[in-house]
């Protein structure tokens, strides 16, 4: 692990006590673990263990039962997409979820938009203040294009783009809304090494260049031992380990779950 | 002059986010506008009366439509029924308010169209797709039953018809039985070039990027901090004051009078037809749609009588709801961005032209 820029500080976000169910089905119970200034903590465990859910209740996305959110010193029972977004959570999904029809350059543009204020008139006249708030946070996607090193795909519709492409656009839309806490989910699932390593590069970029928390879902155990500051660990549902990647590696409750021994 | 970017370079963002980064298509644009203007100095009357008016006001009316069904995802079938609100609230004004210019009396019609439109796309934030559909459909309805239903709407008239009563614009004639033809193309010219600029700036900005949003994947949209109920229902709004604006100068500037016929469904499939054909979430798609919608008719009457046929008028319906038909269903499924994609996809291959790698 290299050295950080920026040291690791007080906790951002707090989950406490958080069950989430759908019909019968319990995705959570009783999840508390917190997420720290400025680090990557990865969320681990096999599939259908919840770690999606967790991020959707995170970004207000669902709705838990039981359970309190503390973020930025806030207590709610359930976030709101909307507040989430305008206190500075983004997200990228599982399955990308990029508006197919635009380019590259709106998506990520669209991530701005919690930025944009002119009203409808001064842009329907493309006057002073509309033509000048476009023109700047133009340059601020320019920079985020230009870090993604996706340059030559500016004007493509993402639907046309490669899986791996589109995952890096996803990213440069969340990235555009400055977040202050980003999550990631599966960020590198079904790209090559290369890709991944890519992946992984930037993710720690960011972190560093911009001190941006970082919450991510991810498979690939060396990736995450390599990237990640903290480990936090689901299996049905339930948080069954949290701490250094090391300490996690040696959990006897997580070799289980991973073999698989323990609900035969 | 070859049709080329080569060695324009953009040098800033503002350049490259012009709505016409190539400089041929600029030039192009400007000579078409100019042109455009020119036209009432070789167009007869009956181009102008049959032909060129309806097709520029049913091109803003298709803006209007695209903005929210092409742009926004929100389809509507309540086109006529939110031009009939433009149409009968100009006069409404026009005739309580004799001395406030009719042209203003048309855009102040448009706003009203625009809080109808914003009512009726409340069930929006509740369904969406084909029953979005039935609901504007709904209001389709609603509105022309109210018009023919309440003799306010037509200040009583025993017909209820409604009539463009004679206005002047700085001493010319603009509405009513002597405004001339030219003096009318030229206002609804004016209207369209205006409010397709608007479209145009709105569509590349924030708003329409919100609507894409909502339109392309409407939780990922909210993710992002986008709300869909504002968004939705300020397309609505929107979108019916185009509609709105288009259906007073239908009535003031094109028919002369009008009753609720004039706005019927089959009026709303006609200019959803136009941004089918001419291209979903395309501002130059709905101007091609809209011309391509009014001309075909005029060229099958038209055309035969040149080469020397005569075509029966049933059969000339016939080929022209089949030609209609068959297009619409060609273009939603092998190319829903329409003949505006088409023209595009030209422009590209001729760029590269002739050297295509
Ligand atoms: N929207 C939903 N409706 C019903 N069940 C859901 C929903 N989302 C998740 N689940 C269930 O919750 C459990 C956890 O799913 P998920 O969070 O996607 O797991 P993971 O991301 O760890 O693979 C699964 O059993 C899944 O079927
Ligand atoms: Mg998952």
């Given at each position: 692990?290299?050295?950080?820029a920026?040291?690791i500080g ?18 959570l ?61 983004a ?26 204020h ?50 890096r ?37 960011v972190?560093d ?56 | ?11 800033s ?68 029924g ?45 369904i ?8 504007t ?45 030219p ?16 479209a ?10 919100s ?17 869909p ?41 006609s ?8 291209g ?16 075909v008719?005029?060229?099958l009457t ?5 080469i ?36 595009q ?13």
């Amino acid at each position: 692990m290299t050295q950080k820029a920026r040291q690791i500080g007080d906790t951002l976000l707090k989950v406490e006590g958080v069950s989430l169910t759908f019909g019968g089905v319990k995705a959570l119970t009783d999840v508390s673990f917190e997420i720290r200034e400025h680090e990557v903590l990865a969320i681990i465990g096999p599939n259908g263990a919840g770690k999606s859910s967790m991020l959707n209740v995170i970004n207000g996305f669902y709705h838990p039962q039981e359970g309190a959110i503390t973020y930025k010193g806030e207590t709610r029972k359930q976030m709101r997409p909307y507040a989430a977004a305008k206190s500075g959570i983004a997200r990228t999904f599982q399955n990308i979820a990029l508006f197919k029809g635009m380019s590259t350059l709106d998506n990520i543009m669209t991530g701005r938009l919690l930025k944009m204020h002119c009203n409808f008139l001064l842009q329907a006249l493309y006057l002073g203040p509309a033509r000048e708030e476009e023109l700047r946070h133009r340059a601020s996607v320019e920079h985020i294009i230009d870090f993604l090193e996706i340059q030559s795909i500016r004007r493509t519709p993402v639907g046309r783009l490669p899986y791996g492409l589109q995952k890096r656009v996803e990213l440069g839309r969340a990235l555009a809304a400055e977040p202050d806490l980003l999550l990631l989910d599966e960020p590198m699932a079904g790209m090559n090494v290369e890709e991944k390593e890519d992946m992984c590069r930037f993710i720690l970029d960011v972190n560093d260049e911009f001190g941006t928390t970082i919450a991510l879902i991810e498979h690939d155990m060396s990736v995450v031992m390599d990237i990640s500051d903290r480990v936090v660990v689901l299996d049905y549902g339930r948080k069954i380990a949290d701490g250094s990647p090391d300490e996690v590696r040696a959990n006897p409750e997580v070799i289980e779950a991973y073999l698989g021994i323990r609900h035969n | 002059m070859i049709y080329r970017e080569a060695g324009q370079f953009k040098t800033s963002y503002g350049a490259d986010q012009m709505i016409f980064p190539i400089l041929q298509d600029r030039i192009f644009v400007i000579l078409a506008v100019v042109a455009a203007y020119l036209v009432p100095l070789i167009a007869n009357e009956y181009w102008l009366q049959a032909v060129l008016i309806p097709f520029l006001i049913l091109s803003l009316a298709a803006i209007g439509l695209n903005l929210l069904t092409g742009y926004a995802g929100q389809l509507s079938l309540g086109t006529g029924g939110f031009m009939a609100v433009g149409g009968y609230m100009t006069y409404k004004i026009t005739t309580a308010f004799p001395d406030l210019n009719v042209l203003i009396a048309v855009l102040l019609a448009g706003l009203i169209a625009a809080l109808v439109g914003l009512v009726f796309g409340i069930p929006s934030l509740r369904i969406k797709g084909f029953y979005l559909a039935v609901a504007t459909l709904a209001a389709q309805f609603f509105i022309l039953w109210l018009f023919n239903k309440v003799g306010w709407f037509v200040n009583y008239s025993p017909s209820g018809t409604i009539t463009a009563p004679p206005r002047t614009l700085l001493g010319i004639m603009v509405t009513g039985p002597e405004a001339t033809a030219p003096v009318r193309y030229l206002i609804v010219l004016t209207f369209l070039a205006f409010f397709a600029l608007a479209a145009k700036n709105l569509v590349r900005g924030r708003i329409g990027r919100s609507w894409m949003a909502i339109r392309d994947m409407d939780i990922a949209a909210e993710i992002i901090g986008i709300r869909p109920y504002q968004t939705k229902l300020l397309a609505f709004a929107i979108s019916s004051f185009y509609c709105g604006v288009a259906g007073g100068l239908y009535v003031f500037c094109y028919l002369g009078s009008a009753e609720t016929e004039a706005f019927d469904i089959a009026l709303s499939f006609s200019v959803l037809f136009m941004i089918i054909i001419g291209g979903l979430g395309s501002i130059l798609g709905s101007i091609l749609g809209a011309a391509f919608i009014t001309m075909v008719p005029i060229f099958l009457t038209n055309a035969p009588p040149l080469i020397g046929l005569s075509m029966p008028i049933d059969l000339q319906k016939h080929i022209e709801v089949m030609l209609f038909g068959s297009l619409i269903v060609f273009f939603l499924i092998v190319e829903p961005r329409g003949i505006a994609r088409l023209w595009q996809i030209a422009k590209e291959k001729f760029r590269l032209w002739p050297f295509p790698y």
